[in-house]
Every structure is written in structure tokens, then in C-alpha cells.
């Protein structure tokens, strides 16, 4: 039944890819009009133009202002993909374009239907009505009659209405990721923790590599409107969602903390919003100097106000790029995204929390039902809350990325004082709950080797431990169990070049160049994941974002290439990345519908060379111990359900005593009162404790008297072990012996 669940999925994102978004009938549409030399004297607030073939007509609605006097010549250029594929001359004298023939000085409005001669239409080739995502630009001069001088330059961007920004291919991804990170959790339940620890370190970063996609569209680079739309798919795993309740209720909490919200879509029945196509320095220079003019006229609070809100141009209309270009396009108000990507991660959290408690409950109410046997799912529902926690953890290692971008972004908007405590909230408490989280798991790992010389001991063999801090180190070999450091502190310093860098599209080029560069190289080097296949997986994710981070080097003109370059990368890039995610996700959907078909899921995979898999014993294996253990307990005096200290100082213990405690919670053993009564009786008859056949510091061979236990890595005494002891059988247990399992396991 999964399996048939996944392939309907399957089915339908190859359904939505083949059948792009938009409207059935073929059309070509321009929305904005853009001026494209200094000093323009004809700039249009409002611009809508429709062609469509079947009747070759093409509607405008244009509202323009104009400076021109006198009779001119439209000399138009037509390109695609920054090719030139139609260069014309038009007098609009000759059409007969009212208005237009001679110009006067004004507010110009025009709404008419202008026929398309068929010699026209059939210099447009088919695909531009079929090509989702078409980067198709007009750029028309006016130039005069008598002198042939230009006085204007206006582009207009050309659509065909086809998209590959489609809500189901949204809907597929993130339906995907959530059941293979849900399958690992179950997986791992069943207690096959080698395949559900693999599952997971897919999962993992498969949505890493959507987030890496998302924060391509965040940056303030020209991006081809293919590379947009393809962005745009996974802005859902940035928590960027558009909810139309939701934005209500942003705007009022905006405006009583005191905040201003920005009213783009409610003009947009009146003014235009440009998509921002170029690099903020290769902008319209009319648009760029007129602000900069305006911005350095107006009073300083005002400016303020004017940094934050959406670049107004001259003519009336809008410019939006980077992380606004991402917020319009996902219908949102660029001041309601910070609060947007906030609540829906806190609503992820919120989700989860009440998921795991529910999955608890049935868990319970089946096996007192006898729907379900009282061994399954044990050790999830003995330390549910301690699984909790891990998983909440784990919660803000996937929503990092997230609310460091939109918390530092936040910062410089400051849409309103509420909001900005809020950023400051989440942000430190985030990076501090990870980095303390890190140091935790450095402490233990080192603790471990000072113990048993192997940082996998304590780090996989105690189960509060693992499924705690695990989320932190799991996916890593034992021995790079550091490397969750680098890991962070790659997602912070790429979250401040999006956040702090929106002015600068060339300082993100090559700050994500160098980072991405360095992240390929670490991996390469380090190779710190678990095993081989886990290595190539990620590696091979490294070395596509640094492609990509080539590409936005290229696509901020810093070399001056040609139109003609950023349409072509822009291609390549946009099929790079889709067949790659594919590959991605039928590796990933592949491996985890295996499992579930495996009648023994961990066999499919080869066992670590850290030997982490001897570690992990579950509580349900280690209940078995003998009445000796169970007298060592209570020897020491422990009692059932109690723990000292915090419950997060893990590591204050290793796992001969905090872990030994649970497994010898005397609650769940049957301890004969005589066996108790005679142990001490014998300890008062014999001065020397009785002497185990097997010397523990030897496994497996006889113990002699000459032999000595080696020293204690943690304790300078070397002084032989056997001839000092206490007189308590008990103590002398728990001190040469500490588990039935750990015997003979050379660990000791």
C-alpha cells in the first residue's frame, strides 16, 4: 500500500511536468514596461500588452507619460534568450496609432486592440507560444523624425503564460521528503537502526539540496526567468507559503506593533512591478538614478522607510529583486515574509509535537487491545519523550537555514519592533541551542575515547544519548563526529551573504563561490559520512551547488558576457539541476520503498567501519540480565526511575553507570530476597571476594594470578586490580564487571 501511494505520487509530478501551467490557448503577454536609457522621455506606470495568434490581435492597456513632441519612428528589436531574432521599423503614423502620431507632452492613456498583419505573426516561431518560463525581450527606441536622434528607450519582458513554477510539483516534493523522513522514524521504531539510519541521512540531504535551490532564487543576481520559476519550487521548504488568512492576520500584527506594511498588490491594478531581470547594477539606469536622486533628497527618516519598502521608479512603477522578487512572485507582501516563514515553522513544530504524542497514544491503546504485540515500537514508547526531544532537535537543524536567512534579513527591513524581537529570539536561541547541542556531542565523543579509546561507544551504544544528540553525529562516521561544526557554520555564513548582501549581487557571486568551494573540497577531503554510498550522495550534492555557484558568478556580469551567455547557463543550469534532483529522488524513494519490502532492512546495508552497529543495543535486547546484576543494583542503592543531575547532562555518566541504571531498573526484575540474604552472609564468612574464571581486561582467556588489569585511561593509579577490593560482592561486580554484553567485548 506505500509503495502504491509513492507511484501514484511518482505519476503525478511526471503528469505535472508534462503538462507546463498557464492557460490552453497560445498567447504572448508583457506586464511591465521598462526604460532602458538615461533620461527617458517616455515611461508607461501601467503596462498590458496580450498577444494572442488565433485572432493575430493584440490587446494594451497602457498609462504612459511622455515628453516628446513631435513625430518619431519605433525602431524594434525582438530577442530570445538574449539572441536577436526580429529587428523592424515601425511609423506609427503609417498603422494609424492614435496618440502616437505626432507625440505630444503628457499622461498618455491608451487601451485599444491592434490588429497583427500574418507576415508579422509568422516571424514568431511556435515554441515561443509552448517554451515554459520564456526569456523573450522587445526593446523599442523612439527616435525622431528629422534628426533621427533617440529621446526614449523602453523593453518590455515577454511570456508565453507557461511555467514550470507549478503548485504540484510543490505539493510532490514536500510529499515526498515528509514520508521518507517519516519512514525512517518508523524503521527505526522496528528497530532496524542501520537501515533508518541511512534512510535518514538521505532524507536529510535531499532536503538540503531543495533548501540549497531555494536560497538560488533568495540571492539579488539576475536570474533567467527559467532559473526563477525553478527556484520557486522550493521555496516551501523555506517556509515561503502563501496562506491568504494568514497574510491578514500578518498585516494587522504588523500595523499594532507599530509597522507600516507595504501595499504592492493593491496597486497593481495601477502601476506595474518589474520582476527584476538584470543585476541591480545593470538595472535600467533612468529607474537607478532616479531613485538614487530621489533617496538622496528626502528627509532621513523617510529614506529609512524607503531602504525597506519595494523600489519605486521614476514612472510610478516597482522593482523587485532577491529576496522581494521571491515574495511577490509567491503572492506575498515582501512585509509579511519574515512572519510567514516564522509561523509556518513553528506550526511544523507544533505538527510534529502533537504527531509523535498521537503516534504514542495509538501505540499504547493497540497494545492493550492486543491489536499490535507488546514488544513493538518498546523502546520508542519506554523513552518517547526523550525521542521527542531528539526530534525537535532535529527540527531546528532542518529549520536553520530557514530562520537564519529570514531572522538576519529581518534586521535590515525592520518591519516592525515586535518583529525584530522576535528575529533576535529565534536566531540566538537557534544558534545557541545547536552550538551547545555540538559541544555536547564533542564532549561525549571525547569522553568516550578517554574511556574506551573508541568515540562510537558512548556516542551509539546509550540509547538517551543516541536518540537525543544522534540527529547531530548519526549521519557522520564516529570519528567525524566534529564535523557538524563546519556543517553549521556553513549554514550561517551563506544565511548573512543572502541576508546582508541584497545590495550586492556580485558580493554573493563570489561569496558563494568561495563557500561552495570550500564545502566540495572539505567533503571531498574529509569524506566524514557514514559509508561509501553516503559519501558519493553528498559529495555529489557539493559539486552541483558549486556549479551553480559558477553560474550566479556568470550571471552577474562580472566577466561582461553577452546576452546570449546568461540565456544559454540559464537553460543549462535549470536542466542540470532537474535532472539531478530527479536522480536524487528516485535514489531516495528507491532505497526506502527496498526496506520496507526486506524482510531483514539492515542486511541491505554493510556495516560501518566505526562499528557503530555493536553499540546499538535497545533496551528491549538488554533486559535479560542476571540476578547478579540485579544484586549489583541494589547494592548501590539505585532506584527505579530516578536520575540525578539535569536531564541534559548526558555525558556527566558514561554508559557504565547512568545506562547500567536503566538497564537494571529493579522495577522490571525479580529479585530473590534469599539470594540477597546469603550473598552478604557468605561475604561475612570469606575475607576475599570470590575470583571469575575470565579475566575481564582479557576477554575470553583465563585469568592467572600474575595478571594485572590495565590502567584506567582516566585515572593515574596503576596499581593492580585484584588484590585491593571492598568486601561487598556487589561492588566488586559492578566495578570489573559492568554488563553481560559488554563481557568479552574487549570495551572494558
Given at each position: ?152 528607450c523602453v523593453e518590455a519582458d515577454i511570456s508565453n503564460g507557461k511555467t514550470v513554477d507549478l503548485i504540484a510539483v510543490k505539493w510532490v516534493l514536500a510529499i515526498i521528503a515528509g514520508l521518507v523522513l517519516c519512514s525512517s522514524a ?70 499594532a506593533t507599530g509597522g507600516t506594511p507595504s501595499t504592492i498588490f493593491d496597486s497593481l491594478t495601477t502601476v506595474s512591478v518589474q520582476v527584476e531581470k538584470r543585476a541591480l547594477a545593470a538595472l535600467p539606469d533612468a529607474a537607478v ?460
Open positions: 500500500m506505500w509503495f502504491s501511494t509513492l507511484r501514484s505520487v511518482i505519476l503525478l509530478a511526471w503528469l505535472s511536468a508534462l503538462i507546463p501551467g498557464g492557460s490552453c490557448e497560445p498567447m504572448l503577454v508583457s506586464n511591465s514596461l521598462n526604460t532602458c536609457q538615461l533620461d527617458s522621455q517616455f515611461t508607461a506606470s501601467l503596462f498590458r500588452v496580450v498577444y494572442t495568434p488565433n485572432n493575430n490581435t493584440a490587446f494594451l492597456n497602457i498609462v504612459a507619460t511622455s515628453s516628446v513632441e513631435g513625430s518619431v519612428v519605433f525602431d524594434i528589436a525582438i530577442s530570445a534568450y538574449g539572441y536577436n531574432i526580429i529587428q523592424t521599423t515601425i511609423d506609427p503614423c503609417k498603422i494609424g496609432l492614435a496618440g502616437l502620431c505626432p507625440m505630444t507632452a503628457g499622461k498618455i492613456p491608451l487601451k485599444f486592440n491592434l490588429p497583427v498583419s500574418d507576415e508579422a505573426a509568422s516571424q514568431i516561431p511556435g515554441i515561443a507560444y509552448t517554451f515554459p518560463d520564456l526569456d523573450a525581450t522587445v526593446r523599442v527606441f523612439l527616435n525622431m523624425t528629422d534628426t533621427g536622434k533617440s529621446v526614449a518508523i524503521i527505526n521504531g522496528l528497530g532496524h537502526s542501520n537501515a533508518a539510519a541511512h534512510i535518514a541521512s538521505g532524507a536529510l540531504s535531499l532536503f538540503g539540496f531543495f533548501q540549497a535551490q531555494a536560497i538560488l532564487g533568495l540571492t539579488a543576481i539576475h536570474l533567467p526567468p527559467v532559473v526563477q520559476s525553478w527556484t520557486q519550487d522550493f521555496q516551501w521548504s523555506m517556509g515561503i507559503i502563501n496562506v491568504d488568512f494568514m497574510q491578514d492576520i500578518f498585516t494587522w500584527y504588523q500595523r538614478n532616479l531613485y538614487r536622486r530621489s533617496a538622496a533628497l528626502i528627509p532621513r527618516a523617510a529614506g529609512a522607510l524607503l531602504k525597506r519598502a519595494n523600489i519605486m521608479t521614476g514612472s510610478g512603477s516597482y522593482i523587485v529583486f532577491g529576496i522581494q522578487r521571491v515574495a511577490f512572485r509567491a503572492g506575498i507582501e515582501t512585509t509579511n515574509l519574515f512572519m510567514t516563514g516564522l509561523t509556518f515553522f513553528c506550526l511544523f513544530v507544533l505538527i510534529t509535537i502533537g504527531a509523535v504524542a498521537a503516534f504514542k497514544g495509538l501505540c499504547e491503546l493497540a497494545v492493550k487491545q492486543k491489536w499490535m504485540k507488546g514488544d513493538t515500537f518498546l523502546e520508542f514508547r519506554n523513552g518517547w519523550l526523550t525521542v521527542l526531544k531528539g526530534i525537535l532537535f532535529r527540527l531546528t537543524l532542518i529549520g536553520y537555514p530557514q530562520m537564519a536567512i529570514l531572522c538576519l534579513w529581518e534586521f535590515t527591513q525592520v518591519d516592525s519592533p515586535a518583529e525584530v524581537v522576535l528575529a533576535v529570539f529565534f536566531i540566538v536561541g537557534m544558534t545557541a541551542t545547536l552550538g551547545w547541542a555540538a559541544s555536547k556531542v564533542i564532549r561525549i565523543a571525547r569522553r568516550s575515547v578517554a574511556m574506551h579509546r573508541n568515540p562510537a561507544y558512548i556516542l551509539f551504544s546509550d540509547p538517551q544519548a543516541l536518540n537525543k544528540w544522534g540527529f547531530l553525529y548519526i549521519q557522520f562516521r564516529a570519528s567525524a563526529y566534529y564535523f557538524i561544526i563546519p556543517v553549521l557554520g556553513y549554514t550561517l555564513v551563506k544565511a548573512m551573504f543572502i541576508a546582508f548582501a541584497q545590495g550586492s549581487g556580485t558580493a554573493q557571486a563570489v561569496g558563494f563561490l568561495i563557500i561552495e568551494a570550500g564545502a566540495l573540497i572539505a567533503a571531498s577531503v574529509l569524506r566524514p559520512w557514514m559509508d561509501k554510498s553516503t559519501n558519493s550522495f553528498n559529495i555529489a550534492i557539493c559539486a552541483v551547488n558549486f556549479i551553480n555557484a559558477i553560474f550566479l558568478l556568470i550571471f552577474s556580469d562580472v566577466f561582461n558576457q553577452p546576452p546570449l551567455v546568461n540565456g544559454v547557463i540559464g537553460l543549462i543550469l535549470f536542466f542540470l539541476n532537474a535532472i539531478f534532483a530527479t536522480i536524487l529522488l528516485i535514489m531516495v524513494i528507491v532505497s526506502t520503498a527496498l526496506v520496507f519490502y526486506r524482510k531483514n532492512p539492515d542486511g541491505r546495508y554493510q556495516f560501518m567501519a566505526d562499528d557503530r552497529a555493536s553499540f546499538m543495543k535497545s533496551q528491549s535486547q538488554l533486559t535479560g540480565t542476571t540476578e547478579l546484576d540485579a544484586l549489583a543494583a541494589t547494592a548501590r542503592g539505585d532506584k527505579a526511575g530516578y536520575k540525578h543531575g539535569l536531564d541534559l547532562d548526558d555525558d556527566n555518566e558514561s554508559i557504565s553507570s547512568a545506562s547500567m541504571r536503566r538497564r537494571t531498573d529493579t522495577s522490571n526484575l525479580t529479585i530473590p530476597t534469599g539470594a540477597v540474604n546469603s550473598s552478604y552472609g557468605r561475604n561475612n564468612n570469606n575475607v576475599n571476594a570470590p575470583h571469575s574464571p575470565v579475566d575481564p581486561s582479557v576477554p575470553l582467556f583465563p585469568a592467572s594470578g600474575a595478571q594485572q588489569r590495565a590502567p584506567s585511561p582516566y585515572n593515574g593509579s596503576s596499581a593492580p586490580l585484584r588484590p585491593q577490593h571492598s568486601g561487598s560482592p556487589p561492588e566488586y561486580r559492578a566495578q570489573n564487571n559492568a554488563s553481560p554484553w559488554q563481557r568479552g567485548a574487549g570495551y572494558d
